[in-house]
């Protein structure tokens, strides 16, 4: 099963990701994650991937795709979470799964207005030892700035800066919503209310998934 969520940022794709991951052992192939590790390690990748990611936008196609290129598992489901942004990486992405004779299942759209996004990642905590993430209100941790899950730290991400969310709003309007026509045309398409609490969007998506592929 090949699963792609695209969506806003802050729109919950991480969230909803990690618990199809554990329930389903789908791999969970998140872009945004993958260049942050690039990032600290220093790589080449990171290194070039830092400026955009700061400024809130997007990392050139070229970098993504030979990314998503090595990590792309020959065996077993993935959800991509994050990739295709561009019709080019959608373009790449079709390449790649006929290349491994494999086929796209559906694509979730977390639908959600910018002010609920501004709302989410202004209180938004990310673990900096295992990435998990909370909300200070929506989904807060049982000891404040410390991780449930490995006791790390919990810091706010630099770009959840509100400068920095609305020009990633705004290159997602730009650059990542043309994928909608893109995959309703395919048929491939589902629309989530992704304004609603967290298990209601699971219980949405595991609706859908109950048809198969
Ligand atoms: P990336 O890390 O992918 O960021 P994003 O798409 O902007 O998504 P986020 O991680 O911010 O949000 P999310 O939808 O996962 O929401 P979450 O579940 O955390 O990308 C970062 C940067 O990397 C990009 O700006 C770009 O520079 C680069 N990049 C990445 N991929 C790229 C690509 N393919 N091409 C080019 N560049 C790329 O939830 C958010 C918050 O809300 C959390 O606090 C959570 O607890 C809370 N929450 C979640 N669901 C709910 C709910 N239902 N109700 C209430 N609160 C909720």
Same mark, same amino acid.
């Given at each position: 099963?090949?699963?792609?969520?695209?969506?806003?940022?802050?729109?919950?794709?991480?969230?909803?990701?990690?618990?199809?991951?554990?329930?389903?052992?789908?791999?969970?192939?998140?872009?945004?994650?993958?260049?942050?590790?690039?990032?600290?390690?220093?790589?080449?990748?990171?290194?070039?991937?830092?400026?955009?990611?700061?400024?809130?936008?997007?990392?050139?196609?070229?970098?993504?795709?030979?990314?998503?290129?090595?990590?792309?598992?020959?065996?077993?489901?993935?959800?991509?979470?994050? $990739?295709?942004?561009?019709?080019?990486?959608?373009?790449?992405?079709?390449?790649?799964?006929?290349?491994?004779?494999?086929?796209?299942?559906?694509?979730?759209?977390?639908? =959600?207005?910018?002010?609920?996004? *501004?709302?989410?990642?202004?209180?938004?905590?990310?673990?900096?030892?295992?990435?998990? =993430?909370?909300?200070?209100? &929506?989904?807060?941790?049982?000891?404040?700035?410390?991780?449930?899950?490995?006791?790390?730290?919990?810091?706010?991400?630099?770009?959840?800066?509100?400068? *920095?969310?609305?020009?990633? &709003?705004?290159? &997602?309007?730009?650059?990542?919503?043309?994928?909608?026509? $893109?995959?309703?045309?395919?048929?491939?398409? &589902?629309?989530?209310?992704?304004?609603?609490?967290?298990?209601? =969007?699971?219980?949405?998506?595991?609706?859908?998934?109950?048809?198969?592929?």
């Amino acid at each position: 099963m090949i699963l792609i969520f695209l969506g806003p940022p802050g729109s919950g794709k991480g969230t909803q990701a990690k618990r199809l991951q554990q329930d389903k052992g789908l791999m969970h192939i998140s872009t945004g994650d993958l260049l942050r590790d690039a990032v600290k390690k220093g790589t080449e990748l990171g290194k070039k991937a830092k400026e955009y990611m700061e400024k809130g936008e997007l990392v050139p196609d070229e970098l993504i795709i030979a990314m998503i290129e090595e990590v792309m598992p020959e065996e077993g489901g993935f959800i991509l979470d994050g $990739f295709p942004r561009t019709i080019p990486q959608a373009q790449a992405l079709d390449r790649l799964l006929e290349k491994h004779n494999k086929n796209l299942c559906k694509v979730f759209l977390f639908d =959600v207005p910018e002010e609920v996004v *501004v709302d989410r990642l202004s209180g938004r905590l990310t673990c900096t030892n295992c990435g998990a =993430v909370y909300h200070v209100r &929506y989904n807060p941790p049982k000891t404040e700035g410390v991780c449930d899950v490995c006791g790390g730290r919990l810091v706010q991400r630099e770009d959840d800066k509100e400068e *920095v969310v609305r020009r990633r &709003y705004k290159v &997602y309007v730009e650059q990542t919503a043309p994928l909608i026509d $893109f995959y309703g045309k395919r048929n491939k398409l &589902y629309r989530l209310d992704a304004t609603k609490e967290v298990q209601e =969007v699971y219980r949405d998506i595991l609706e859908v998934l109950k048809d198969g592929c």
